[in-house]
T-cell receptor, first 113, second 116 residues
Framework: AQTVTQSQPEMSVQEAETVTLSCTYD???????LFWYKQPPSRQMILVIR??????QNATENRFSVNFQKAAKSFSLKISDSQLGDAAMYFC??????????FGPGTSLSVIP | NAGVTQTPKFQVLKTGQSMTLQCAQD?????MSWYRQDPGMGLRLIHY???????DQGEVPNGYNVSRSTTEDFPLRLLSAAPSQTSVYFC???????????????FGSGTRLTVV
């Protein structure tokens, strides 16, 4: 079974600083994908970044990057130069060969001006 | 605009009533799913479909039915609403694996359902 754990219910960061959100997962599959989604107060779910498990290189999208540790089943999100618009709920998710996407409980990120 | 359309956006039901949450996508996506979002629990998968005529259960399927008669539509039915089904419901879709297995989901804007 797939499970996703986010151990930080809430985090805060000063504007322009860097913050890292943690995620661990468990799956018996060898072929899977990992995602981070952002949910601002508007409630819309926005895909932030994706990572293929077979790729060793960590994914990067502008100010967002991941630290993917496959053996440890860890997939953390680093947000650099934090902006007020980054304040949101962040969800980690896995997708396996059966294409079910399972989400973690989320981390609420506050950005302090 | 192309995307996932959910209706209604808000709904209040009385215990025991039935209703259907509508979901439609115009991106020709094969995969569609329904999630419910509750505080502190993230998004939990209710049912999903990998194509027309094919559906399967997710993590929390009890009390919900789905069908997929066309590629575009994936309605979620509540047969006899209970207060425990008060939640925000999201529909999502993605292309099939042979068109890019790394695609994440495109989400609808959600339906806030309250059962009293």
């Amino acid at each position: 079974a797939q499970t996703v754990t986010q151990s930080q219910p809430e985090m805060s960061v000063q504007e322009a600083e860097t913050v890292t959100l943690s995620c661990t997962y468990d799956t018996s599959e060898s072929d899977y994908y990992l995602f981070w989604y952002k949910q601002p107060p508007s409630r819309q779910m926005i895909l932030v970044i994706r990572q293929e498990a077979y790729k060793q290189q960590n994914a990067t999208e502008n100010r967002f990057s991941v630290n993917f540790q496959k053996a440890a089943k860890s997939f953390s999100l680093k947000i650099s130069d934090s902006q007020l618009g980054d304040a949101a709920m962040y969800f980690c998710a896995t997708k396996t060969s059966y294409d079910k996407v399972i989400f973690g409980p989320g981390t609420s990120l506050s950005v302090i001006p | 605009n192309a995307g996932v359309t959910q209706t209604p956006k808000f709904q209040v039901l009385k215990t025991g009533q039935s209703m259907t949450l509508q979901c439609a996508q115009d991106m020709n996506h094969e995969y569609m799913s329904w999630y419910r979002q509750d505080p502190g629990m993230g998004l939990r998968l209710i049912h999903y479909s990998v194509g027309a005529g094919i559906t399967d259960q997710g993590e929390v399927p009890n009390g919900y039915n789905v069908s997929r008669s066309t590629t575009e539509d994936f309605p979620l039915r509540l047969l006899s609403a209970a207060p425990s089904q008060t939640s925000v419901y999201f529909c999502a879709s993605s292309p099939a694996r042979n068109r890019g297995p790394g695609y994440g989901y495109t989400f609808g804007s959600g339906t806030r359902l309250t059962v009293v």
